[in-house]
């Protein structure tokens, strides 16, 4: 955290986006990134045509204990400086966090063209669906098997894969479905030539929250690149 601080000191000086040439590193789940990172990339292109960007995966573990406690060891590499902005389904942050909700999102089923499956399906129909799960780590039991064992009910997962966009494209001559994000899906489905449909298990929306440290945002380049984050979701009606 120290040598953290030491950077944010040495980078608190005149920012200026239109010559800076610097590297920011954001993180986020790809349902995110794949949807955000266009329009974010055309407002630098017009505002900071130098800067550059890493953009890292991030997912959390399949078998974590709800939301908050899966995304939390993030906020941990937010502290460490491995990421300067971190776009994550969190529900709150502790003190020494700046967040802002960016929108919300909910997930939806996804399959291909002409699968046959309801738009509107019962939870029988649902749990008789070959699924696949998105895992970094191969773990099949995925965030909507802990609402199915809740009713007693169980599904088959017949593929992981590690993200969201390699789900849909497997999607493609096979009778498999997944869930994903709902921006996601309606982004890329006419693309992909896939079928949304809804979830019948009343999950709630996730909140999509900008997060950084307190510390980071004493860096002038990291609260522009910050604020630029949260005019571009929300200007894009994300």
Known sequence: ???RIGDIVSTAEAFDPSTSRRRFTIGAPDGVSAVLLP???DALRSLAPRIDLGVRQLLPPNRARGLQ???EPVLD???AGSLDIAIVPLQSVPARFVMSTLYEESFVIVTRAGHGYPKDPSLDQYCDMQHIVVSLTGDSHGMFDDYLAALGRSRR???T???FMQAMLMLSGTNFATAV???LAEAYAGRLDLEIAEIPLGRPPDQILAVATKAAMMDRGVAWLFGVVEKTARCRQM
């Open 77 to 79: 590499e937010l502290e």
């Open 161 to 163: 894969v590690p993200n």
């Open 1 to 3: 955290m120290l040598s």
């Open 157 to 159: 997962v017949a593929l």
């Open 69 to 71: 406690t899966a995304w």
């Open 39 to 41: 329009p974010l990339l």
């Open 181 to 183: 994000p709902r921006r």
